[in-house]
């Protein structure tokens, strides 16, 4: 997890060792910040349906350290 201080936002790093990919994953409004941390790639799924994203998108999405 990581907090943002520029403007105070949480977001999730993902790596996965197996396939390499590495993406972050913010804690929207209303989401609470345990949840995603313990299971991100739901919320990565999730947040890509709800924004008409593909899954792609957010596993090339650079982490913001």
């Known amino acids: ?5 520029t403007d105070g936002h949480l977001s999730a ?3 996965d ?3 390499g990919e590495t993406f972050d ?3 929207g409004a209303g989401e609470r ?12 799924c999730i947040r890509a349906q709800s924004t008409g994203e593909s ?3 957010f596993s090339d999405t ?4």
């Open 17 to 19: 060792t197996k396939t």
């Open 33 to 44: 910040a345990l949840d995603l941390f313990h299971d991100p790639y739901a919320y990565a």
């Open 62 to 65: 650079a982490l913001a350290a």
């Open 1 to 5: 997890m990581f907090w943002h201080r």
């Open 25 to 27: 994953v913010p804690v």
């Open 13 to 15: 790093a993902v790596n």
């Open 55 to 57: 899954w792609s998108t």
